[in-house]
């Protein structure tokens, strides 16, 4: 029977192996973790997109616009950053509990088409008038809502435990990634064509972004038809199993936990060095030092370009030290770069438009850390 028995299990294991369409071989969590990582990018892209268009909208001396040239007030350039955060924080929770019932991949596919069509849909409501962009800023920010669960739901189904910090940090790099390509690709598209070509790229780079993520995407890999036994073994080592009961969020906990409200302190402070360098750059870099719109947007995608590879580098090596424990590691890589961040931000706030090549380079080294602004002025059709 044993004789009998051994060559038939060898002979079931390798029709189980059969079962999968071996493309990736056993590395299909990368290639998944990469398409993510994309569509994370083009939501915040998105997002990006619309502070850079301004600087074409604007009329100048020698504009290269073609057609109608806008400008804003400042008090409708602080209104369209502001609900963007705004529409975010209002979709966080609904989008949440949509995730926790339907899954990441048909929600998160929704948020995408969203957020494509509402920046598609943006020179449209620049012409119709200023509620409209609001409306579309709006949807840009709801859409985005669902970025910080897409990373939680993705790390916690598809990553290998021995690599969890790698996949965190590659997915978080959206935030880098995405205004390193938005940036030049908006300045050469402004030199080139028009602003409204801007939106237009985007636009449609995330709907065909999205239509593969809808398409490759699963919410669970032992469910992906590329995902072999040996890879969805390995993926499942040292994970529970998952209750199909849903449990009740210990809020009043959380809100009890002093761990928790540090977190929040130190993303506050996360996001307010990354909006203002991300989203003010090109206004800065334009209105401030006087660099035309090609300029502008190489120069722009500098500090996050570096920032998107340090971090890569700090994921790997934060998984490779062993002597350190978590906390550990976690205060020492974040105090850094803070700390960096705060010093760079306070020497480039003593400098004038006077030191234009050393407040270039100066700017430049904001992406060594972790992480300006001259609002716009307007909105109304400049006759030339």
């Known amino acids: 029977d044993r004789a009998f028995s051994e060559p038939l299990i060898q002979f079931e294991n390798k029709n189980e192996d059969k079962e999968y369409i071996v493309l990736f071989g056993t590395r299909t969590r990368f290639v998944v973790m990469v398409l993510v990582l994309l569509c994370l990018t083009s939501i915040w892209s998105n997002i990006l997109s619309f502070n850079f268009a301004v600087i074409c909208m604007a009329p100048t001396g020698n504009s290269s616009n073609q057609g109608v040239s806008y400008r804003f007030t400042k008090s409708e350039s602080s209104w369209l950053t502001s609900v963007v955060a705004l529409g975010a924080l209002v979709a966080n929770f609904p989008v949440l509990s949509i995730v926790n019932r339907l899954g990441t991949r048909l929600v998160f596919s929704m948020l995408g088409v969203v957020s494509a069509t509402a920046t598609v849909m943006l020179p449209w409501a620049v012409r119709s008038g200023f509620s409209w962009i ?44 995405s205004p390193a390509i938005t940036m030049p690709v908006s300045g050469a598209l402004c030199s080139a064509f028009n602003w409204p070509s801007v939106f237009y790229v985007h636009g449609f780079a995330t709907i065909f972004l999205f239509t593969v993520y809808g398409i490759f995407y699963r919410n669970s890999p032992q469910k ?32 009890s936990t002093p761990a928790v409200w540090a977190v929040w302190a130190a993303a506050i402070g996360n996001f ?4 203002l360098m991300f989203l003010y750059s090109p206004t800065y870099l334009s209105a401030v030092l006087g660099l035309s719109a090609n300029s502008t947007g190489i120069t722009a995608a500098l500090p996050p370009f570096t920032q998107f590879l340090v971090k890569l580098l700090c994921g790997v090596v934060s998984d490779r030290i062993h002597l350190l424990s978590e906390r550990t590691k976690f205060r020492m890589f974040n105090t850094i770069a803070f700390g960096g961040s705060a010093c760079f931000f306070l020497t480039l706030a003593c400098m004038g438009a006077e030191t234009k090549l050393l407040g270039h380079w100066q700017h430049l080294s904001d992406a060594h850390s972790h992480y300006d602004r001259r609002p716009l002025h307007g909105f109304r059709p400049h006759t030339k």
């Open 224 to 255: 992906h038809p590329f995902v072999g036994p040996l890879e969805s073994r390995k993926i499942s080592t040292g994970k529970t199993t998952e209750s199909k009961t849903a449990a009740c969020v210990p809020y009043g906990a959380i809100l």
């Open 272 to 275: 307010t060095a990354v909006n």
């Open 134 to 177: 609001l409306v579309m800023r709006v949807l840009q920010g709801m859409s985005f809502a669902g970025n910080f669960t897409v990373i939680g739901a993705f790390c916690s189904r598809w990553t290998y435990f021995k690599q969890t910090g790698l996949f965190v940090a590659i997915l978080v790099s959206y935030v880098q990634l």
